[in-house]
């Protein structure tokens, strides 16, 4: 049951009759991606800049963030200087960040003139961050209160400052130092007695992160901690920021969607699709397909120097296509099943031996189902004459057995084929892994190409030198 | 900074010493998580048994629901009834539908017969749920109040009932007839007064969802709207349970990984790969490489009717492999970039038509550049003798005009392939899509087929009819 009752058309109505009370209603009532998904098809963007004029900055602040980046951009240069103070004052320094990052750079210096000094030094210090770091996703709006205020000291302090703070459900305990002591989360403050002090009821055992820890690790401890905001410290373990699960649960999104991409071999986007070009979509896909053809190399080396054995035995290039795509397939499923696993951390490079262990057994097993298969497959399609194979001069049973020769031959290839595949699925991953690199991209192509050329190998060899067929 | 400084034999060590309050100690200071994982390996079940009989039931319960379902049935088994009782009471219904979905069905009755009688029929509701719907996933344990309590009144009701529930932070309000009016979030009675009803401050235009509603669809409601928890409702929108963002966060996970052992060719595993036996991977992975195994009778077929060619001019085996290659990865990264933008919610039908606009002038972009590409690396590889091209006879411009035309047929089928696998990785997950079928599972080996016969087609046509090699 989502609510998308809300149309362009409407707010434009609204806008353009200047009807500002069902306008605030509409902003009370509608949620604002909602509202920004009909509002970023306003053709006139002064009609989107009105909402800004008559609306509470609490609703606009975040309607803003939801508008595409844009359409952002636009109404950012009709505002005034004060309107931008407003809506700036209003959002989080995170969101700021966020939009900001998409910003020309004249933008970016207008916000940094108009903003208090606290907030600039904030929106530098968060802009400076490594992406992906937690640095770079925390926020600078969090509650921080002192281990000796008490319980009814603490709500006081709460319903004082509270309404900026990014989320009031888990307080930060510092001490005098300003270090880090633990949490408390709200609802302790529902159970305990007012006089109790936040040092008696702090989790001191609270789970942190540094500023410079990836996100996707970020994401691993919310998981594995089921944590709704985590406290970020720097290196002196001072308490500089907070990251919410909110927006953990973009990261996990953004997360898998690049290993996704990486594993199809496309350069991760930094936009969504629909905002990217299509000469950037071909530079994010084309490269690799480049690469994955010169390292194609390696088979056609080898299907050139038997091309006489091609030409006298043609039938052996109808079950090229098979080789090639099984080997590939079997190999991808094992590098999925890999790459899926580091990512979500559930392994490590202390698992190696027992996974590479287990995949070598279903690889035997698979292998030895998969070429029982092929081998009746390959005599059936040969029987039909759907592939034609018959030698002159030969018929009946020793037609029969030069098919099973055949048929043999590339049910044996397949079998080594898939051992090898998953084998490689294993070991190029967990190697890239161990190197730091990211397992997704670099992957694929290494095991396609040597999995393609021990196939051919395999192939000719059996060919020519066990079933000696040429 | 994960804190993991909990290890098996540590805790063998306290247990066998019977060193209680160090126990009790460790439960207090260190996430559940991280000592179930000691535990997992604990020799001795009779030793995680006696964990439960001296640490508080408030830790011992999370502690369960994280030690791994092997486990759980064995601590299970060695439990008396009241032992058995004083756990299901401490834990949510959710966590105990998970972990019983998991035992033995003696198990399961032994667990309905010990437990009172709302909590059987709220076991029995959870149970009977289809998988991966809204219902499946929901909690029991949540406070709803009547719409006409003050904040007053509301916070003394929670305070009394309310360490049960598995959220304070969001409020579920109903009126007198028990259908759902809205939420409050806790902040709200921070910042509000308490003389207020819950009616005046409840946000009544709150997202909920049906039970019968897909997880996916949940997550994507939850990621949408930035929520933390939403209220489930029956058929007749009465409130019957809620959802939080703990559990969302596992769905994300789980449908991502899914989606990736599908694109990959797995089916999805319904325990994790360390879980799962290797008769069992076996399975997941053997059938796809037979139905494509199968599937490939096609490329056989056309290759098969061209003996003659592929006899007497060996040369165009060589290149055979890196056709396939190159239109099943063309293919696979539009494909993939579709299925994602499906599952994430970001493509619907509606797009189609754009989406495949795009990705057509994509593919004639790459397409172009690949080709010509291919042609220089080809002629590159023929003229270093990589790969041997040089038909009897024939030298000088001769030959290299000889080996531009094989090079350049092989780039002008390339073209094609590319742009027939990019607007097939556009169109069959939409129709799949449009068929309520998963597109990511029945997509690939559709085009994957089509993809090959089609490269093999253009190759031949090419090369006997245009260029007239043969």
């Not at 200047?18 to 009909?38: C, G, S």
């Not at 925390?138 to 400052?161: F, G, P, Q």
């Not at 009821?201 to 820890?213: E, R």
């Not at 029982?372 to 005599?379: D, L, R, T, Y």
Request: with cysteine; aromatic share 8%; glycine share 4%.
């Amino acid at each position: 049951m989502e609510k998308e009752n809300v149309s362009t058309a409407l707010l434009e109505e609204l806008i353009k009759n200047r009807q500002v009370a069902k306008l605030r209603e509409l902003f009370e009532t509608i949620p604002t991606i909602d509202l920004a998904e009909a509002a970023n098809d306003i053709e006139d963007i002064r009609d989107i800049v009105f909402i800004f004029k008559v609306v509470k900055s609490d609703y606009t602040a975040e309607f803003f963030t939801d508008l595409s980046s844009e359409v952002q951009e636009k109404v950012i240069h009709l505002f005034t200087d004060s309107e931008l103070v407003t809506l700036l004052n209003a959002s989080y320094t995170d969101d700021i960040v966020d939009f900001m990052e998409e910003m020309p750079a004249n933008l970016v210096s207008r916000i940094l003139k108009v903003v208090d000094k606290k907030t600039r030094n904030d929106i530098n210090r968060l802009l400076n961050y490594k992406e992906n770091t937690a640095g770079s996703i925390m926020t600078t709006e969090y509650i921080e209160l002192i281990s000796e205020y008490t319980i009814k000291e603490a709500i006081e302090k709460i319903r004082a400052i509270g309404q900026d703070a990014e989320t009031i459900y888990t307080i930060f305990i510092i001490d005098k130092k300003r270090n880090f002591i633990g949490t408390v989360d709200l609802d302790q403050f529902v159970f305990s007695k007012p006089e109790q002090t936040l040092d008696e009821i702090a989790d001191k055992a609270a789970i942190s992160v540094g500023v410079n820890t990836d996100q996707e690790d970020v994401a691993t401890i919310f998981k594995r901690y089921n944590l709704t905001a985590v406290p970020v410290l720097n290196e002196d373990q001072r308490l500089t920021g907070i990251i919410t699960i909110d927006d953990i649960v973009d990261v996990m999104e953004q997360e898998a969607t690049e290993d996704m991409s990486r594993m199809a071999l496309v350069t991760p986007l930094e936009d969504s699709y629909k905002d990217t070009g299509v000469l950037k979509m071909a530079i994010k896909t084309m490269p690799w397909l480049i690469v994955l053809m010169i390292l194609g190399v390696f088979s056609s080396v080898v299907l050139s120097s038997f091309q006489d054995v091609l030409s006298s035995l043609a039938i052996l290039s109808v079950f090229i296509p098979v080789l090639m795509d099984t080997g590939g397939n079997s190999g991808g499923q094992t590098i999925a099943l890999m790459i899926r696993g580091i990512a979500v951390g559930e392994f490590g490079p202390k698992d190696y031996g027992h996974i590479l262990w287990k995949e070598f057994r279903v690889a035997l097993l698979v292998g030895i189902m998969v070429s029982i298969a092929a081998f009746i497959i390959f005599i059936i399609e040969m029987y039909l004459g759907i592939v034609f194979y018959a030698p002159e001069g030969i018929v009946g049973t020793a037609l029969l057995f030069e098919r099973m020769k055949i048929s043999g031959m590339v049910s044996i290839t397949l079998f080594f084929t898939i051992v090898i595949s998953k084998t490689l699925g294993v070991t190029i991953p967990m190697i890239v892994k161990a190197l730091k690199k990211d397992p997704a991209i670099i992957s694929a192509p290494f095991i396609t190409t040597i999995v393609d050329v021990s196939a051919l190998l395999i192939y000719f060899f059996i060919c020519t030198q066990i079933f000696q067929l040429v």
